[in-house]
């Protein structure tokens, strides 16, 4: 098997006993870069430069006998809405087109820390709205397992790369699903920690009060892995939480007998394929046969969870996207004969459609008359929402449902933007709540992965990975890979 299709826990071992090089890795992932990506378009920016002399530092370190962490020189892609020093910095919105921030993200700054590889920037749909990267404005991601469908979103450019063997692992941001959707997508393991759990100093900003960092993976044990890289409390992000940082991977045992999982009946309702509802009720099943308990429950205010979302990120995005004015960074406009002129002309042409409908929605959400109406209205909906998984955790270890509708459906063949936003309709409650969730693979429809969905109580990443790691482990659904 070529290096780039191997894990990073798998690379981590023929590194670490001297098989193989970093260069010889980070060549192996270029190589494939350079034959897949034109089909593929998984990437912004590819830093090749960068990731050779990183590859070559980390070589040059074990050789001299340094200590080095057991994960160094295994190449990443970052998901091109984190500040990254002298490498550019897009959000796939030509607004930002030339940015180059000054400093680096506190995830980027740990992830080199620990001798990673930059492989290069991601694509994503612009300013990580949307659910299939089609919102880019450098041209849509495909998905490697149908080059003429949808990766997903917004996360769609990391989760191709690592579905294609262009990344060996990639790191997104999660607001309504955009790291999960996309990995069910994609057939990878995606997980939306904890709200708190990932400093978010550096990611550049949606929606402040849902956005969350994580890891994009082959299988669980390199999720588990990335997350101890990632994790742990910021100083410099005022939402971070001060709490220690288990070994997610000491959750791998494999074992699941006696815990309790909700089965949610809303995650089953109309618009749920019968072929998602299937696979997942079969993974139901093997976890049943290994001893876990599973009942169905309810989450009754899951229902308003679209559409409490659709005002309150907005309500943010409009908020956060104020600052790009055509004064300070990004793209200003040649065609203005004032000040006024110079902000609403540099907003109109550095905005896509997609940007430009939700800061006005968000815009007139939070105007005044409205206010009560809608956005305070949806506060307490997303409280109700928290309420129902918090009388549900109650009880049970972890709920289980599908991660996503329907599979990728074709590039171009979802016109209705209703439709495209109900893609995230199973995935946006965890945010409103902002509880730890996981989806990995566990079948296939017409050749396209179906996603598994975990969720768990606050800081309850290893439940997540105990149960995702038991199930893996007794399924072949991860061993896939997509054949270009």
Known sequence: MELYALTAHELSEKLIRREVSAREVTQSV???????????????????????????????????????????????ALKDNLCTTGIETTCSSKILRGFVPPYSATVVEKLEASGSVFIGKANLDEFAMGSSTENSAFGASHNPWDIDSAPGGSSG?????????????AIGSDTGGSIRQPAAFCGVVGLKPTYGRVSRYGLIAFASSLDQIGPITKDVRDAALLMNLISGHDSRDSTSIVRDVPDYTASLTGGVKGLKLGVPKEYFAQGVSPEVSASVRTAIDVLVAQGAIAEEISLPHSEYALPTYY????????????????????????????????????????????????????????SAGYYDAFYLKAQKVRTLIKRDFDLA???????????????????????????????????????????????????????????????????????????????????????????L
Request: proline residues 6%.
């Open 30 to 76: 270029l190589g494939r870069i350079a034959s897949t990506e034109e089909r593929v378009h998984a990437y912004v920016t590819v830093t090749e430069s960068i990731a050779l002399a990183q590859a070559d530092a980390v070589d040059t370190a074990r050789a001299s006998g340094e200590s080095v962490s057991p994960l160094a020189g295994i190449p990443i």
């Open 311 to 366: 005002i309150l990120a907005p309500a943010e995005a409009s908020s956060n996207l104020a600052r790009y004015d055509g004064v300070r960074f990004g793209h200003r406009t040649a065609r203005a004969t004032n000040h006024v002129d110079l902000f609403e002309k540099s907003r109109e042409e550095g905005f896509g459609p997609e940007v430009k409908q939700r800061i006005m929605i968000g815009t007139y959400a939070l």
């Open 157 to 169: 450019g990391s989760t191709a790369a690592v579905a294609a063997g262009e990344a060996v692992w």
């Open 393 to 483: 955790f109650e009880k049970y270890d972890a709920i289980i449902a599908p991660t996503a509708p329907t599979v990728a459906f074709k590039l171009g063949e979802v016109s209705d933007p209703l439709a495209m936003k109900l893609n995230d309709v199973l995935t946006i409650p965890a945010n409103m709540a902002g509880i730890p969730a996981i989806s990995l693979p566990c079948g296939f429809s017409n050749g396209l992965p179906i996603g598994l969905q975990l969720m768990a109580p606050n800081f309850g990443e290893e439940t997540l990975f105990q149960i995702a790691y038991a199930y893996e482990q007794a399924t072949q659904w991860h061993l896939g890979r997509a054949q």
